[in-house]
């Protein structure tokens, strides 16, 4: 049972890492309501003049999309809800989020490079595939620095056993934010 009404979860990692199937998971676990932020969609609705969010031309456009989301994340808190974000929320787009004046947990799902290339590939659809931005992606995340203990590596978890460790760490404690 997850029980976390007025807290917001950042799940995060690379393309491929299992963010969004394990955010829709814990979003259906029993206890307090729920919200699943899956963040691609913040992006998908800028229908003209989107720039992919992965190149540096995109810096403005991409901290108004961080600000929205906050601003969104903090009033389904406000209002009971347990919010799960989930999007690619690295450190260097984490500090709007650190002003929402309820508990905040950052999960980084870390998984090898390699099954996040091939998950990616797997899905298809107008989702990123090129492996160049993926391994760019994945290297930012492979160091977190003072955010390391944040990291939890997925490396043969299944589904179940990821979203059981994402369960455990939101639990725990451990991976809140300051």
């Known amino acids: 049972m997850i029980n976390h009404s007025k807290e917001v979860l950042i799940l995060t990692g690379p393309p491929g890492s299992g963010k969004t199937t394990t955010a829709q998971a814990l979003a259906r676990q029993p206890g307090s309501p729920k919200v699943h932020l899956h963040s691609d969609d913040f992006w998908h609705f800028i229908k003209n003049g989107v720039i992919p969010p992965y190149l540096p031309e995109a810096h403005e456009q991409n901290a108004v999309v961080v600000d929205v989301l906050k601003e969104v994340a903090a009033r389904y808190a ?101």
Do not use: M
């Open 78 to 178: 406000q209002g009971g809800y347990f919010v799960i974000l989930d999007g690619i929320v690295g450190p260097w787009f984490l500090e709007p989020f650190r002003s929402i004046p309820v508990p905040l947990h950052y999960v980084v799902l870390r998984p090898p490079l390699e099954a996040a290339i091939q998950r990616c590939k797997e899905r298809g659809g107008d989702t990123l595939t090129d492996p160049e931005p993926i391994t760019a992606l994945h290297q930012q995340f492979s160091s977190l620095g003072p955010l390391e203990r944040h990291a939890l590596p997925t490396e043969g978890y299944d589904r179940a056993e990821t979203l059981s460790q994402v369960i455990r760490a939101v639990q725990s404690g451990t991976f809140r934010l300051a």
